[in-house]
Each structure stands twice: as C-alpha cells, then as structure tokens.
C-alpha cells in the first residue's frame, strides 16, 4: 500500500514540477535536462557493454565520490562508468567531467523510469554515494541480483529509517550489499534495525582532499594578487556570510588580502557585494590588463578554482554556517594546513565537529567572535601555525576509506 501511494505521489510530482518549470530556471533545468535521457544512454552504451554505475545527488556527493570511480577505472578497465545526478548543481557543473563515459540526470524514481534506465545501463556495480535512497530504483536493482553499495554513507537518528513509522524506508535499505558508512554511530542505528552488512570505512573525501596536494595548484593571477601577503580566503560565503565578513573588511586597518567566493555566481548580487566593500576591489570577470597586487579585495565570480585559492590562504573562512544545513566542505583549507573559523550550524558535519573540538577550527556566531577569531590568527603566528597544522593532521589520520571500499568489492565480486 505504501509503494503504491509513493508511486501515485511520484507521478505526481512529475506533473507539477514540469508546470513550475515554466517559471523557474533551475526546476528548468531539472526538467529539461531529463528530456533526452534514455537517448543519451542508447548512444553511449551498448548492449554488450560492461557498466558500473555511480548515483550522486548533486556536487558534494560527486567529490566524495571521485575516489572510489578513479580506482574502480583502474581495477574494472573493460567497464564503462556511468554517473547520474539528480540536483542541476552538481549536473550541470560536472556534465563533462573526464571521469566517465556517460554523465547524465537520474530520471525521477517511477517504475517506469527505473525499469528503463537499468535496462539501458544494464550496471554489473551500481554505487549510491553518501545519500539518496530511491525506492523505485533500489527495488529493480534487487529484482535484477545487481550488487548495490552505499560508500560514504551516514545515518542520523532523527531519519525515517529508526521511526515506528519507516518500515517503508527501512525496507529499501535491503538492496545494498554492503554499507559503507563513515563512523560507528552510523552502523550502530543500522544494526538496530537488523543489518550487519556493513563496514566502517570513513569518508573518501579525506581521500580525494589528499589527492589535491600531488596536483598543480598554481594560479599566477592568485599569486600576483596576494604579493606576499597575509591572505584571508573566504569560501562558499553566503549573504550572511558576507556581510560579516564586509563588516571586518571596512573597519580593518591592518595589510591584508581577502578572496572572497560566493557559493552562488549571481551577477547583481556580486556587485552589491563589491560595492559594500571600501576598499580597491576587483573581479575575477574583470582581472585582465589589472596589476592585481595594488587591490586588496578579490572576488571570484567563477566557478571550479576555489580548491586552488584555498592553497594560497593564510586563514580560511568556509560559508554556509549560517544556514541550514550548515557550513559547507572545510576539508579542502584543512590538507593545506591552514586555520579556519566557521559559523555556527555545523553539528551535521562530522568532521567540523572534531575540528572544533580539537581547536583547529573556529566556529563563530556573530561579527564580535568573527573579529575576534581573525585577529587572533593574524596575530598570532604560533596559534595560527598550530591550528593548522591540527587540521592537516586530522586529515591525514582519517585517510583510506576508498581502500576499505575496493578490497571488500574485490573480494565479493
């Protein structure tokens, strides 16, 4: 009865967002962008083609996920490896990615759609990375006897699957394998529930934010524009975010550089964000034919090279702390050892938690603790060298999730 009700709202919900497409451009690009689909998959996969399959919600997942698909492409070479989507911002940022052979929407979780799709796929390895859980698709996916793994995976208390009410979720989790979940609350909720197909492996990002460091992450503009500097990057900053961070910028009269890149690239909002700010700003729209170091603020209004920016900080400010869920993905300052402040929403994320509590990161609530946090570290040399160094540490020690992953495959397939 419930899977016939969650059909009925399925279908539903289909109808509706094709109508509020007309008046939204990323429900547009929700909608349109799942128009061609299965043509896609029939242009790209053939019948006698060996698939693994990769589901990622959106941006976030995609990273955690890049270090499982980069060695899975080395361990399956005769695979080809398909990745879905189901948000516009991890879609349409990553479309042409080099990682796969096909990259594409996941189309909405209908009977239909499922039977289809894994028809035309044909997966051997189907991947469900950190969340998502369609019950349409997982369904088929057990009629079809192909092995499903969760990697990343983290559970909270407060999910449908530990309620009286969630005999219906709990039952989609059947279809995976293995779980393999980040810590050891997780596996005990779901041991609670009758699994113990799971393993505790960690988070691949570790693994993906180490990779960074054996990359090129030179950026001559960056480095022209720090001149030597003190250099305060600001990260996926919301509004609130920045007006904080605007605040601190106007009133300071020490010899500082701030980056500023805003989580979301939209142009009337950048240049209220460049006009709030006193000092000599420029754009990364704007930087051509610019002798960048006589300016003191730069804003990035692009996107893909906030990882690289994050090497040249001396003090990282990551966003999203404001909001709900919270801050975004403080790893990436972390492995380049450096100190970062934070706002208050980030009990969600377990690695925020452990470096607050380990006091490589500063969370903050209000624009006194915000200026307070950011003369210390720039003052203070030893404190900043010491925070940071905690946070590449933590890093480091919580590499080899993917390794975990890829032994138990290799053993079970």
């Known amino acids: 009865m419930q899977f016939f009700i969650y059909n009925l709202l399925i279908n539903f919900v289909s109808i509706v967002l094709q109508i509020l497409s007309f008046f939204n451009p990323k429900l547009k690009l929700f909608v349109n962008g799942r128009k061609n689909v299965f043509s896609k998959i029939k242009s790209k996969i053939n019948s006698n083609d060996k698939t693994i399959w990769f589901h990622a919600a959106s941006l976030g997942e995609y990273e955690q996920g890049i270090p499982v698909i980069e060695t899975i492409k080395i361990k399956f070479p005769n695979h080809k490896i398909i990745i879905t989507f189901f948000s516009p911002s991890g879609y349409e940022v990553k479309k042409n990615n080099t990682l796969a052979d096909l990259t594409i929407y996941l189309p909405l979780d209908t009977k239909f759609n499922a039977k289809k799709f894994l028809k035309l796929a044909h997966p051997q390895i189907a991947f469900f990375i950190k969340y998502e859980y369609w019950p349409n698709y997982l369904n088929e996916l057990k009629k079809l006897d192909i092995k499903t793994y969760l990697i990343s995976g ?16 709990r039952n989609a989790l059947y279809t995976f394998d293995y779980f393999f979940v980040q810590n050891e609350s997780s596996k005990n909720l779901l041991q609670k529930i009758g699994f113990n197909n799971i393993i505790v492996s960690g988070d691949t990002r570790f693994d993906r934010v180490i990779a960074i460091l054996n990359q090129n992450n030179t950026l001559d503009f960056i480095e022209q524009f720090k001149n030597n500097q003190t250099t305060i990057v600001v990260g996926s900053s919301w509004p609130k975010d920045e007006n904080l961070i605007v605040k601190y910028i ?24 460049k006009n709030s700010i006193l000092s000599k700003v420029v754009l990364f729209s704007e930087k051509e034919n610019q002798d960048l170091a006589t300016y003191k603020v730069f804003i990035i209004d692009t996107v893909g090279i906030l990882t690289k920016i994050y090497s040249y900080a001396s003090i990282a400010y990551v966003g999203g702390g ?15 050892s450096i100190p970062i402040v934070i706002g208050p929403n980030f009990s969600h994320f377990a690695e925020a938690t452990a470096l607050v509590n380990q006091k490589g990161c500063i969370s903050i609530s209000n624009q006194e603790e915000l200026t307070d946090a950011l003369n210390l570290l720039i003052n203070n040399d030893d404190e900043r060298e010491e925070k940071g160094h905690i946070c590449a540490t933590f890093v480091q020690m919580n590499k080899g999730a993917t390794n975990k992953i890829l032994n138990q495959i290799e053993h079970k397939n």
């Open 322 to 336: 404001f909001g709900n869920p919270g801050v975004h993905n403080i790893l990436e300052p972390a492995t380049f």
């Open 250 to 273: 106007n009133e300071s009269t020490q010899n500082l550089k701030f980056i500023i890149a805003p989580h979301t690239i939209n142009k009337q909002q950048i240049q209220e964000l």
């Open 154 to 169: 983290i559970f909270r208390e407060n999910q449908a699957f530990f309620k009286w009410y969630g005999r219906f979720y």
